[in-house]
């Protein structure tokens, strides 16, 4: 008899971050295994086959900073209890196995009406932000905590949190087995079709266009100081109110002729991955940073922050810096620019990513951490 599990993602359909793309790809993988039944429960977007879009507040709308607003919560909040509503009557009606989530507010909601309505369903929580144990009461509420990245566990481990209770199964990621490097004329043929500039050099940052956590404005002010003739910077990723502020600082400091910031739909990223020369992401931490799993599948050189989590990634394939000092950036993106790498490294970053990071590898580890859940018999 197959498990049923229901996989949810308030924030798809809506946004495109971490999340969202982690929960559309894991509902892809697991659909494919056939001793599990998945429901993807998102917060937008078309009906499909095993996917449906649940009424919400959605975080960035009028009504949900109102009704925060007036409850004296946040929008965010009030996306997850709106979304939590309409999942209710599917909970009574299927009676889900595992239920499995990334959003801890949702989580908390799920597992007091568990207790409220005396169900059965065991609760999966990807520790995906992270939280530590002991600064929110999900880690006491689930049943399981998956954990993406070795420090977490640890983090968790030293807080108190049981290590029967969690496991290091890591972010899976959608990497060919087998990389596919344009020709010089089909990347210029591409970048002329996208807009972009054919023959300079191409630096590509993908993630919120903001301040903080992503410090936009950072990686903006380092390419600024590098002598002429610069590099090209696009900005790719979701924007909000403070994007605005970033993309007028991109244009003063670089000129339109060399930046851009832009918005596309998940599926289009890949060209961008393309025909860029290196991807640059300039946070000071990371949960994991799907980003850098993408970028390290085209095989691009990667400029990242030393921190835990792009060691653990990139091992001995990135190219590692200390942003929080001026000029250590731009010596980076100097250093990449001018060397003319073998195309046998670009293979090299994409097999290292493939082995460790693909779908195609870590699938059985999520449909036995997925059983793992069901058949335990203790709700915490």
């Not at 610069?230 to 403070?242: F, I, V």
Request: hydrophobic share 40%; net charge positive.
């Amino acid at each position: 008899m197959k498990l049923k599990v229901f996989l949810i993602c308030t924030g798809l359909g809506h946004v495109m971050r971490g999340y969202e793309s982690f929960a559309e790809q894991a509902f892809q993988a697991l659909s494919k295994e056939p001793s599990l039944d998945i429901i993807l429960f998102k917060g937008g977007g078309k009906v499909k086959a095993k996917e449906i879009p649940l009424w919400n507040f959605p975080r960035d709308t009028r009504a949900a900073c109102k009704i925060a607003k007036y409850t004296k919560t946040t929008n965010y909040f009030v996306e997850q209890i709106s979304f939590f509503l309409s999942l209710i009557p599917h909970i009574q009606t299927e009676k889900p196995d595992v239920i499995y989530f990334s959003d801890n507010d949702i989580g908390n909601f799920l597992a007091h009406w568990r207790r409220f309505t005396k169900q059965t369903y065991k609760l999966l929580f990807c520790n995906g932000a992270p939280l530590l144990g002991s600064k929110s009461p999900i880690f006491a509420n689930c049943d399981f905590i998956q954990q993406i990245a070795p420090q977490h566990l640890q983090n968790c481990l030293k807080a108190g949190i049981p290590a029967q209770k969690q496991t290091l199964v890591t972010y899976g990621a959608e990497i060919p087995a087998e990389l596919q490097i344009l020709l010089p004329s089909e990347k210029e043929a591409l970048r002329n079709k996208l807009g972009l500039p054919e023959k300079t050099p191409l630096i590509l940052s993908v993630g919120y266009i903001s301040k903080k956590p992503k410090r936009m404005d950072y990686l903006i002010r380092e390419v600024a100081s590098l002598p002429e003739p610069r590099p090209y910077l696009l900005l790719l990723g979701q924007q909000d109110g403070s994007s605005p502020e970033i993309i007028e600082l991109g244009n003063s400091l670089l000129g339109a002729e060399n930046f851009q910031g832009r918005t596309v739909d998940s599926h289009e990223v890949a060209n961008y991955y393309k025909i860029a020369d290196a991807f640059v992401l300039a946070s000071l931490h990371e949960g994991l940073g799907r980003v850098f799993l993408e970028a390290m599948s085209y095989g691009l050189p990667c400029i990242v922050h030393d921190f835990g989590i792009t060691r653990y990634i990139f091992e001995n394939e990135g190219y590692f810096g200390n942003f929080k000092h001026e000029g250590s950036l731009a010596d980076l993106i100097s250093q990449v620019l001018s060397k003319s790498e073998d195309k046998s490294k670009f293979y090299q970053r994409h097999h290292s990513i493939y082995e460790r990071f693909s779908w195609a590898k870590l699938l059985p580890s999520y449909v036995e951490m997925i059983h793992i859940v069901a058949n335990s018999t203790k709700n915490f």
